[in-house]
T-cell receptor, first 114, second 113 residues
Framework: ETGVTQSPTHLIKTKGQQVTLRCSSQ?????VSWYQQALGQGPQFIFQ???????GRGNFPPRFSGRQFPNYSSELYVNALELDDSALYLC?????????????FGPGTRLTVL | AQTVTQSQPEMSVQEAETVTLSCTYD???????LFWYKQPPSRQMILVIR??????QNATENRFSVNFQKAAKSFSLKISDSQLGDAAMYFC??????????FGTGTRLKVLA
């Protein structure tokens, strides 16, 4: 059984650029959630994808978007990067049923916006 | 709106001793789940323990146990026989029967040799 993986590990971008972050979910999971973790803070929920559809969204602007693929992997897209987007981006996968949904996290992608 | 509060930014414990990390939450729901996650310097969040709100019995995982007080909306984590490898940021998280996890701001645990 493989765990959650994310790529790249680190990324440096310039203000105004766009970025794509990738996540491979754990084997057997059908749901991917994305979180933004600013330095010294807890993770903040961005959105979740379940079976290729967005299944809920946190308080993030539309320039944060995503996609889930048939193999349940996912990508996070951030357009028009701002300095405040600098953070650790965490992906978590789970098997969404009506009773349990424990999320398992990847190692994260550290994004720096200059 | 649900909130999760961790009032201890940093805690220290001597190796082999016991430490308790505090977490309180605010919700009007009766059905939810609570979690403790550990985030070592390597960054990867690791699930430590989970508790279903409908269960009265406190969850236990080896050296880790919780004290779940539903009426008080309190969910503390006790680490027994602390080890150097326990040093990390610990996050308390809340989830309803929906998609969203809400995390606290974390407690940094230092383990002293």
């Amino acid at each position: 059984e493989t765990g959650v993986t994310q790529s790249p590990t680190h990324l440096i971008k310039t203000k105004g650029q766009q970025v794509t972050l990738r996540c491979s979910s754990q084997s057997g999971h059908n749901t991917v959630s994305w979180y933004q973790q600013a330095l010294g803070q807890g993770p903040q929920f961005i959105f979740q994808y379940y079976r290729e559809e967005e299944n809920g969204r946190g308080n993030f602007p539309p320039r944060f978007s995503g996609r889930q693929f048939p193999n349940y992997s996912s990508e996070l897209y951030v357009n028009a990067l701002e300095l405040d987007d600098s953070a650790l981006y965490l992906c978590a996968s789970s098997f969404l049923d009506r009773v349990t949904d424990t999320q398992y996290f990847g190692p994260g992608t550290r994004l720096t916006v200059l | 709106a649900q909130t999760v509060t961790q009032s201890q930014p940093e805690m220290s414990v001597q190796e082999a001793e016991t430490v308790t990390l505090s977490c309180t939450y605010d919700t009007s729901e009766s059905d939810y789940y609570l979690f403790w996650y550990k985030q070592p310097p390597s960054r990867q969040m690791i699930l430590v323990i989970r508790q279903e709100a409908y269960k009265q019995q406190n969850a236990t995982e080896n050296r880790f146990s919780v004290n779940f007080q539903k009426a008080a909306k309190s969910f503390s984590l006790k680490i027994s026989d602390s080890q150097l490898g326990d040093a990390a940021m610990y996050f308390c998280a809340y989830r309803r029967r929906t998609y969203k996890y809400i995390f606290g701001t974390g407690t940094r645990l230092k383990v002293l040799a």
